[in-house]
């Protein structure tokens, strides 16, 4: 595994993100399914995806060890969405996310890195409380949350998102 590279599965490779993923991190900011289910960035350059990474994901990685990660096919190498574990300021707990390029979406990757990412976030981070957060409407998230073993608990506003959003724990 390269120094980069934090979980492997069956199918998938995990690594941190970093301003070379630019281009690809423009590309999911942009995605429909993306911006439909969790939010418009308005990232639309590659310097406002630069500095997307460089504001929204290193950061993680220094102050709580854990961020998102790029998610990439273990074959061939391309990347097809981002898992990982976030910290909010506004919330207690960590929560587990995910997303996938509409292309990639219904083969079971989702569920792939949420689960490596929730087994690594228990065993190597010792969390014991990990939640996700979805759009009452996200059936795929909601269907990817249970699949994980989470259970509905409650619906929040989170700070920032113009709709309520369901907590899994």
Do not use: W
């Amino acid at each position: 595994m390269g120094d980069d590279v934090v979980l492997e599965t069956e199918r998938l490779v995990l690594r941190r993100l970093n301003k070379g993923d630019a281009p690809f991190m423009l590309q999911m900011l942009n995605d429909p399914v993306f911006i439909r289910n969790v939010a418009d960035r308005g990232v639309r350059t590659i310097a406002d995806a630069e500095n997307y990474i460089a504001a929204k994901i290193l950061p993680s990685y220094q102050q709580h060890g854990f961020g998102f990660y790029l998610v990439q096919l273990k074959e061939s190498g391309i990347a097809i969405g981002t898992c990982g574990l976030a910290k909010r300021d506004t919330v207690d707990d960590i929560d587990v996310g995910y997303g996938l390029l509409e292309r990639f979406a219904g083969s079971g990757y989702a569920t792939e890195a949420a689960s490596a990412v929730l087994h690594y976030a228990r065993t190597v981070l010792g969390l014991k409380r990990v939640v996700g957060f979805t759009s009452p409407a996200n059936t795929a998230s909601i269907h990817v949350l249970q699949k994980l073993g989470l259970r509905y608990e409650r619906t929040t506003m989170l700070p920032g998102f113009d709709s309520p959003s369901m907590v899994f724990a």
